[in-house]
Structures are given as C-alpha cells and as structure tokens.
C-alpha cells in the first residue's frame, strides 16, 4: 500500500522531523497543501485514489528538496483506512498532522430531487470516511508531542444555500465531527484541531460548482496550502477557525 523513501532529514524548518498525512493530495488543495508541509520540512505522506496524481505531487516534492510517501487508496472503501493505519503505524511511532482534505461535492439540485443513493455515498466520503480516520490515527496523533488535525470546510456548512443542501448537511456535519473530536483531546492530550474554509480556489471542485467562472479571478491553490503550513508552525487553539481570503 504504501511506497515511498521514509528517511527524514532534521533541519531547521519549522516542520522538520514531523510525519504529516493529507488525504485528497493528488490534486487541488490537498496537492498544495502536501507541497508547503514538505517544504516546511514535514515527510508527507500522500493519499487519494489517483495513483499517477499522487505520484507527481510526490515528484515535485523531491524536485523541491522534500520527502514524501505515497499511499493509493479509496477512503469509502471497506477497511482501506484501518489498512492505512496499520501500515502507518508499522513505519513511524507517531503522527503529528492530519490534514482532512477529500471531500466530493455531488449533484448540486433541489432538495426534493436528492437522489438519497447519491447522498449516501457523499456522506461516506465526507463524514464516515472522516470518523475512520481520526478513529484509526488518534493513537498515533496522541503520541504526537503536537499532534495537530486541520479540516478543510466550506462556506455552505454554516452559510446554507439553495441547491446546496446535499454537500451542505456533509460538511456541517463533518465541522461537528472534528470540532467534537478536538474538544474531547483538548484536556487529554496535546492534540489541537482546525477548521479551515479555504474561500475560493481554483479547484476541479470548483470548476464543476461554477462552470461560467473564470478560473484566473480565483486564488491558486498554493495560496490555501501556505496558510495550513503556517498555521501549523503556529501554535493554536482547538476550535481556531479561519476563512482564507485572497
């Protein structure tokens, strides 16, 4: 499952020595996010199901002087992240960044025309894959001395729209799940949690949300991906929330 050099090498960026996952990072925000973590000096480790997408993000991360590990998998399928999990904690004792990145956006329609097939499997990625995997880290997060998870959220979780409620009702839900799941590490363990609303980016995502849009009038990915980096050289507090503008 996972192929990869795991050697890290300690220098003085603010991440070196750090073992970050980012889910979604083939592409997109997950993509930008993985590139500025390992610039900072974190070993990322890549997963999304588009093994040739997660393979040139680990390539540029090489060509840039980080190190990263790529992990192909489906997070809706059955045990892949237990799998994940089990291969992860064989490498490395610890996990010190989750970065909560896949999501899918579905069919944007009338509520009365929800195809409840559809919405089964856009709460199976979005919210249950979600639990799984801070159900199948948290061990390794609680021996992080820092262990930090960063879900990236949307606009429509709190600002409910027409048309939107499918994808809508899954993010809020999964703000509910990570904001929970910090307030219950927060007196327990040095985990902190985030919610980042990354605001509008030029994504694949996007791109199907806003077909009319020109891509160039929104921000570039890297941009969301520098903020996380930053923000995870930072020290805060669980329930920091942010909307990246820009």
Do not use: C
Not at 21 to 45: C, F, P, Q
Not at 198 to 224: C, F, H, I, L, Q
């Amino acid at each position: 499952m996972i192929e990869g050099d795991w050697s890290i090498a300690v220098t003085d960026k603010p991440l070196a020595s750090q073992i970050a996952l980012v889910t979604g990072a083939s592409r997109g925000i997950g993509a930008a996010t993985a590139k500025a973590l390992a610039a900072a000096g974190a070993h990322v480790v890549l997963t999304a199901r588009t093994t040739g997408g997660l393979e040139e993000v680990e390539e540029a991360i090489y060509a840039s002087g980080g190190t990263a590990t790529i992990a192909p998998l489906n997070l809706a399928e059955n045990d892949s992240i237990a799998r994940l999990a089990t291969a992860l904690a064989g490498r490395w004792e610890k996990l010190d960044i989750l970065v909560l990145s896949a999501a899918a956006l579905g069919t944007l329609s009338p509520v009365a025309e929800i195809d409840p097939k559809e919405l089964a499997q856009i709460l199976t990625l979005n919210v249950s894959a979600q639990v799984a995997l801070l159900t199948a880290f948290n061990p390794m997060l609680r021996k992080s001395a820092h262990g930090r998870v960063i879900g990236l959220t949307s606009s429509v979780a709190r600002d409910h729209r027409a048309y939107w409620g499918e994808y809508a009702a899954s993010k809020a839900a999964f703000e509910a799940i990570v904001t929970s799941y910090g307030q219950e590490m927060v007196n327990i363990s040095p985990i902190r949690t985030a919610l980042i609303d990354p605001g509008a980016t030029r994504t694949t995502m996007r791109a199907r949300a806003y077909p009319g849009e020109n891509p160039a009038s929104v921000k570039d990915p890297a941009v969301v991906g520098a903020r996380i980096a930053a923000l995870l050289a930072e020290d805060f507090e669980t329930g920091h929330f942010e909307r990246i503008e820009g």
